[in-house]
């Protein structure tokens, strides 16, 4: 894997996790309710959930890579376009992030495992894992590799998006209710999300 592959991995995952999702609600609603010390918990079981998604999608990716190699040049056609729709969909979405305080006690380990549930068994998770890593795998390399070094970039960036927006809600809630604020987020997120589907539909097109 080359390193620019890698830059644009971990610069695509940055933005992709910025983007208010299920995810960052729950976590906000967290924050929100129980304060700083639902940051760590949270954190955690968020990348606990992307570990078990990720892990699940790849392996089905590397099945399919495996299988056909046609077929591993048409799923990367069709994550392209899942790309595409994803920011479209994302740019109309406005700036509304309801995310209502959980003001009943909650202790750490039942704030991980529902952190965990919900980014691990949502199907939006897996379906956008099988669009998005055939985009930066190389056939020709190693697989085995190649899923180590994006699940550990992956999830390190979860980890510090997750925690970050736990901070933020805890701290400066002012933000996360400004709808301005959030509608902004979501423009730039869906702006990269199209920007990857066309560049990618681009590199599939000149190969």
Known sequence: MSLETWLAFAAATE?????????????????LGQGWRA???????????DFTAMTLSMLGVGALLATSATIFTVLKWIGAAYLVWLGIKL????GALAAEPRTSAASSAKMLGHAWLVTALNPKSLTFFVAFLPQFLDPHASFGAQMAIFEATFLALAFANAFGYALVASRARAFISNQRAIGIVNKVGGTCLIGA???????RASQ
């Open 91 to 94: 740019w109309r979405a406005g």
């Open 15 to 31: 933005i992709l996790l910025l983007i208010p999702g299920p995810t960052v609600l729950l976590v906000v609603s967290y924050a």
């Open 39 to 49: 940051a760590l918990p949270m954190a955690v079981g968020v990348a606990l959930g």
């Open 197 to 203: 589907g066309v560049a990618a539909v681009t590199v």
